[in-house]
């Protein structure tokens, strides 16, 4: 029985063997799936934090680009609002000159228009009295209607009239008046 005990030994011992050899053998396989595994995740979470920041800076890059934009439309309407203040003061100012100015511009305005659109001239209740002597004086006829308009003059020919207030002037040339008091305030 001795043999048979030697013979179980040896076949255990080679089984033994065997065990410690295969779960070597998966131990060091295992280890470099794990290994593998790691690799790919590192090299997975760098791609993915490139990719984080790549958008982090797109999406501040777009919001400091928006607030820029912002920025500049804010400009931009405050001018807007200054040179719309400039128009109604230019206005206002052509409307309130003395007398003998304001006589001056109409007259200027007078000498301007061609008497073939007519000679019948329409102003403001305010200027009647202070416009008769240029009016007759430039070769018009001062209406006894008067216009509702803030300062400037109408012409009449017939049923045909000719606008020529102060406030219809600045709204026909506003853009360009606009350009050039743009140029005066913001270069």
């Known amino acids: 029985?001795?043999?048979?005990?030697?013979?179980?030994?040896?076949?255990?011992?080679?089984?033994?063997?065997?065990?410690?050899?295969?779960?070597?053998?998966?131990?060091?396989?295992?280890?470099?799936?794990?290994?593998?595994?790691?690799?790919?995740?590192a090299k997975e979470k760098a791609r993915n934090d490139k990719a984080v920041a790549e958008e982090k800076d797109k999406v501040a890059a777009k919001q400091i680009s928006g607030a820029q934009m912002e920025a500049k439309k804010a400009v931009l309407a405050q001018k807007q609002a200054i040179l719309e203040e400039v128009?109604?003061?230019?206005?206002?100012?052509?409307?309130?000159?003395?007398?003998?100015?304001?006589?001056?511009?109409?007259?200027?305005?007078?000498?301007?228009?061609?008497?073939?659109?007519?000679?019948?001239?329409?102003?403001?209740?305010?200027?009647?009295?202070?416009?008769a002597a240029v009016v007759g004086e430039k070769g018009f006829t001062l209406s006894d209607k008067t216009a509702d308009i803030s300062g400037g003059l109408i012409i009449r020919n017939g049923d045909i009239e000719y606008n020529y207030s102060f406030g219809s002037i600045i709204s026909i040339e506003k853009e360009e008046i606009q350009q050039i008091a743009a140029k005066i305030l913001f270069e």
Not at 7 to 35: L, T, Y
Not at 87 to 104: P, S, T
Request: glycine share 8%; aromatic share 2%.
């Open 87 to 131: 128009v109604a003061e230019a206005e206002k100012r052509l409307c309130n000159l003395g007398d003998g100015e304001y006589a001056d511009v109409i007259g200027k305005m007078l000498d301007n228009i061609d008497k073939g659109l007519g000679t019948e001239v329409i102003v403001s209740e305010r200027d009647k009295a202070r416009l």
């Open 1 to 41: 029985m001795n043999d048979g005990r030697i013979i179980i030994d040896k076949i255990i011992a080679d089984a033994d063997e065997s065990v410690k050899k295969i779960m070597s053998e998966a131990k060091e396989a295992a280890d470099a799936v794990i290994g593998a595994a790691e690799d790919k995740a």
